[in-house]
């Protein structure tokens, strides 16, 4: 059994910036790619990052390519979502995913394991 836990969510104004943190813990060796994910009210779960078990391969959606930045820390089972230049439409509940298979990917439907979210509001 594989447990995430994110943390750093919060309130922030237009521009500002948060990290987000994704602790694992549990079976840690059954997992390697990780991803963040999204979802706002109303709308369907987005992709948003996903980065390879070495860290050496990263996916960004378009919509925050530049801004946003992947990273893991394998020592303390941890990946983290630096979230720059934040706006209003980055509004959502955060999800951190991790699948068995060692490569990233962009479909939420190809990983096995989920959090439980962290809400970031960004006010305009």
């Known amino acids: 059994q594989v447990q995430l836990v994110e943390s750093g969510g919060g309130l922030v104004q237009d521009g500002g910036s948060l990290r987000l943190s994704c602790a694992a813990s549990?079976?840690?060796?059954?997992?390697?790619?990780m991803a963040w994910f999204r979802q706002a009210p109303g709308k369907e779960r987005e992709f948003v990052a996903a980065?390879?078990?070495?860290?050496?391969?990263?996916y960004y959606a378009d919509s925050v390519k530049g801004r946003f930045t992947i990273s893991r820390d394998n020592a303390k089972n941890t990946v983290y979502l630096q979230m720059n230049s934040l706006k209003p439409e980055d509004t959502a509940v955060y999800f951190c995913?991790?699948?068995?298979?060692?490569?990233?990917?962009?479909?939420?439907?190809?990983?096995?394991?989920w959090g439980q979210g962290t809400q970031v509001t960004v006010s305009s």
């Open positions: 980065v390879s078990r070495t860290g050496s391969i990263t």
């Open positions: 995913a991790a699948r068995r298979s060692l490569s990233a990917s962009r479909d939420l439907n190809e990983y096995d394991y």
């Open positions: 549990g079976r840690t060796f059954s997992f390697n790619a």
